[in-house]
């Protein structure tokens, strides 16, 4: 049972450059979304799904685009990188109808912008 | 929107207690988690409450007043692998996503010292 995969793990852009970060899942899980982590800042929701073909921005959507063609695929897209978008990207999935139910992450991308 | 406090830093010696204390401000209290995160990692799931009152799993305990707005996570018995950011995360049925999506507080640093 892999879980949440995101890849690639570690990735340096030059600005303007555009990029996907992937992510599946093999958990069936309805939910996704994309956080990006700061140094200070904390976890931050770029953008979430609650199923396939539905998709919502987040705190912090701007520059980012996202789709959910599948239930298991959730790809992150940069569509021209800037500096500030240099930080660590985690892809997470939970269900949807449990109370209790936490999300589970990916091991991470550490992007940087150059 | 919600505001989630959390103390930047703490110190603590192996074998001590330590409390983590977490405060929150929602409109549409619906849970709140405790994370432990190890530095290069992803986040792991380490507690969930709804109700008031205390968690214990193991070493590990988490307390809830909905009324105070606040939380704790204890760790006892403390052990150098315990070194890592410990995040609070709320979810808010008020928010975007409903029951899915977790705000995440900016973490606290732990360090277990001999």
């Known amino acids: 049972n892999a879980g949440v995969t995101q890849t690639p793990k570690f990735q340096v852009l030059k600005t303007g450059q555009s990029m996907t970060l992937q992510c599946a899942q093999d958990?069936?899980?309805?939910?996704m979304s994309w956080y990006r982590q700061d140094p200070g800042m904390g976890l931050r929701l770029i953008h979430y799904?609650?199923?396939?073909?539905?998709?919502d921005q987040g705190e912090v959507p701007n520059g980012y685009n996202v789709s959910r063609s599948t239930t298991e695929d959730f790809p992150l897209r940069l569509l021209s990188a800037a500096p500030s978008q240099t930080s660590v990207y985690f892809c997470a999935s939970s269900y949807r109808r449990q109370a209790g139910n936490t999300i589970y992450f990916g091991e991470g991308s550490w992007l940087t912008v150059v | 929107g919600q505001n989630i406090d959390q103390p930047t830093e703490m110190t603590a010696t192996e074998g001590a207690i330590v409390q983590i204390n977490c405060t929150y401000q929602?409109?549409?209290?619906?849970?709140l988690f405790w994370y432990q995160q190890h530095a290069g990692e992803a986040p792991t799931f380490l507690s969930y409450n709804v109700l008031d009152g205390l968690e214990e799993k193991g070493r590990f305990s988490s307390f809830l007043s909905r009324s105070k707005g606040y939380s704790y996570l204890l760790l006892k018995e403390l052990q150098m692998k315990d070194s890592a950011s410990y995040l609070c995360a709320v979810r808010d049925l008020a928010s975007g996503a409903g029951s899915y999506q977790l705000t995440f507080g900016k973490g606290t640093k732990l360090s277990v010292i001999p």
């Open positions: 799904s609650v199923g396939a073909g539905i998709t």
């Open positions: 958990m069936n899980h309805e939910y």
């Open positions: 929602t409109s549409g209290f619906n849970g």
